[in-house]
Nanobody, 122 residues
C-alpha cells in the first residue's frame, strides 16, 4: 500500500503564497502518477494538478494556471504544490492522491491523503 500525508496548509491573505507538501510511504518506488485535488464546502471535488512519474508531463486546472506549480522528488517520495497569488476562491481542503497505473492522464486514484486545509482571506 501507499500512505500519503499532506502538510503546509494554513491561513493566508489574498495574494500570498503557500507550498503544500505530500509525503508518501509504502510502495512508492512504483511509477505512480500523483495529483492534487481540492474540495470547498458545498462544492464538487476538483482536480487541481497532476504530474507524471518522470515529471515530464503536468496538468493544471484552468483556474490555477500561471499561479500554481506542481513538482515531485521521487528520491524523497515527495510531491509539492507551490501556490502563488492565492485568491479567496482557492479556499478548500487540498488532497494529494496517487494513481498506481502509471499512465497519464491519470484516471484511477487508488490512494488518498487525509487533506490539509487552505484558507485564503481578503
Amino acid at each position: 500500500q501507499v500512505q500519503l500525508v499532506e502538510s503546509g496548509g494554513g491561513l493566508v491573505q489574498a495574494g500570498g503564497s503557500l507550498r503544500l507538501s505530500c509525503s508518501a510511504s509504502g510502495r512508492t518506488f512504483r511509477n505512480y502518477v500523483l495529483g492534487w485535488f481540492r474540495q470547498a464546502p458545498g462544492k464538487e471535488r476538483e482536480v487541481v494538478s497532476a504530474i507524471s512519474w518522470t515529471g515530464g508531463t503536468t496538468y493544471y486546472a484552468d483556474s490555477v494556471k500561471g499561479r500554481f506549480t506542481i513538482s515531485r522528488d521521487n528520491a524523497k517520495n515527495m510531491v509539492y504544490l507551490q501556490m502563488d497569488s492565492l485568491k479567496p476562491e482557492d479556499t478548500a481542503i487540498y488532497y494529494c492522491a496517487a494513481d498506481p497505473r502509471g499512465r497519464f492522464p491519470p484516471s484511477v486514484y487508488e490512494y488518498w491523503g487525509q487533506g490539509t486545509q487552505v484558507t485564503v482571506s481578503s
